[in-house]
């Protein structure tokens, strides 16, 4: 089993900057991949960046060049940090990951609003 616990999100002008992270606990050792996602009112789920335990990156085209997903795996702890935000952006950021073994799990999801 693994527990995620996200912190960080909020309330961010347009244009600002923020960052959330995400820290696993339980069996670590089988974490694969680690990612956000994210889920304005009305809108399906989708992702926003994913990171391997490598290092290897992928981004939603929506954040490509305003995203850094980055990770700590001796911390167990994958990051977002978001820059130039906008309206869009706004919505509730999930984390997931996925083990070796295919099993995924979601973090409690944080909130993250752009508005003047």
């Known amino acids: 089993q693994v527990q995620l616990v996200e912190s960080g999100g909020g309330l961010v002008q347009p244009g600002g900057s923020l960052s959330v992270s995400c820290a696993a606990s339980g069996s670590t050792g089988r974490i694969n991949v680690m990612g956000w996602y994210r889920q304005a009112p009305g809108k399906e789920r989708e992702v926003v960046a994913t990171i391997t335990r490598s290092g290897i990156t992928n981004y939603a085209d929506s954040v490509k060049g305003r995203f850094t997903i980055s990770r700590d795996n001796a911390k167990a702890t994958v990051y977002l940090q978001m820059n130039s935000l906008n309206a869009e952006d706004t919505a509730v950021y999930y984390c997931?990951?996925?083990?070796?073994?295919?099993?995924?799990?979601w973090g409690q999801g944080t909130q993250v609003t752009v508005s003047s």
């Open positions: 997931n990951l996925s083990t070796w073994l295919g099993t995924v799990y």
